[in-house]
């Protein structure tokens, strides 16, 4: 897949889905995957129009969502749908203040060469959101292009949508963020020093240093699986602030069952499956001990390690 960071002007023929796209959940992905599919049967190059940050950073700050996925995951995604470019823009005062007639003309046709279009039913663009798909499904005949709306994706009635999955991961309702996006919901990060009270407890974790922009999932202990070098491991992870040992700064901790390696400094993926319990101040480091023993006896129970 080729990325391009500024908008192209392109002589080959091309097929284009636009939005955000975060957390590329189970409607995000149709919508990909008719792009591609479309391109390949009209002879097209796929083309996935969208933003390093969300619009909201630059057109109201205050109110801008937090992105489920870092930056470098949603590559991944989009790549492994099979999208031949990806155009990853700054959302700058041009697509701030552009008129959406402008848009088509000016970015659509004239940079991208578009003869085919996926969006979404909702999908809004251009200055103040005033474009939408009537207007581009208008303008398909003066430009001659082709479109595909992508219809809502619904599971048991309930639209899927990045603000639900948002809302989920922020309640700590795990399975049900998991359920919306396809997938189990991973991070990335570093893993790097911490102050080793796992390790004092008898239980070493991985402290892992994440993207700024990391979404704040409840805190709490969740079962997860974690991925050092490829390979799988079965862990316990740590959301949250430690209030046993009055930690102010927001950290993730994994505690990967029989795992003796050292890996400060490698890049692990934790994926969550399921959450076990809510943050708890102990009064007594003991009982703290006693909590993450049974922590552990349920991941092991989770994934069918013990009878």
Not at 9 to 38: C, M, P, R, W, Y
Not at 177 to 186: D, K, V
Not at 267 to 289: A, T, Y
Request: glycine content about 6%; aromatic content about 12%; some cysteine.
């Amino acid at each position: 897949m080729e990325i391009l960071e500024e908008i192209p002007n392109l002589k080959e023929n091309t097929a284009v889905s636009l939005g955000f796209f975060d957390g590329l959940h189970i409607g995000h992905k149709k919508l990909i995957q008719t792009l591609v599919n479309d391109a390949k049967q009209k002879g097209l190059k796929s083309l996935v129009y969208t933003f390093k940050k969300h619009p909201k950073t630059i057109v109201d700050n205050e109110s801008k969502p937090i992105t489920i996925y870092s930056l470098n995951d949603k590559k991944k995604f989009i790549k492994k749908l099979g999208v031949d470019i990806l155009c990853l823009l700054d959302f700058n005062d041009l697509q701030k203040n552009i008129m959406p007639k402008d848009f088509i003309k000016n970015i659509l046709i004239d940079s991208l060469n578009m003869k085919h279009l996926v969006v979404g039913y909702d999908f809004k663009f251009g200055k103040n959101a005033l474009g939408s798909t009537d207007l581009l499904i208008k303008y398909s005949e003066k430009y001659n292009y082709t479109y595909d709306i992508i219809q809502p994706i619904k599971k048991d009635f309930v639209r899927v949508s990045s603000t639900l999955i948002r809302k989920l991961l922020k309640n700590g309702k795990i399975k049900d963020a998991n359920y919306y996006l396809g997938r189990n919901y991973t991070i990335e990060g570093q893993v790097v020093d911490g102050k080793k009270m796992g390790r004092k407890l008898g239980y070493p974790t991985a402290n892992l240093r994440l993207d700024k922009d990391f979404p704040i999932i409840k805190p709490g202990v969740y079962i997860t699986k974690t991925y050092v070098d490829g390979n799988e491991y079965k862990s316990v992870t740590n959301v949250g602030f430690n209030p046993t040992f009055e930690q102010r700064s927001f950290s993730v901790e994994t505690y990967i069952l029989d795992f003796h390696q050292d890996i400060y400094g490698k890049v692990i993926k934790v994926e969550f499956h399921k959450k076990i319990r809510g943050e708890i101040k102990f009064d007594d480091v003991n009982d703290l001990k006693e909590y993450i023993k049974w922590d552990v006896y349920s991941t092991k129970k989770y994934f069918n390690l013990i009878d």
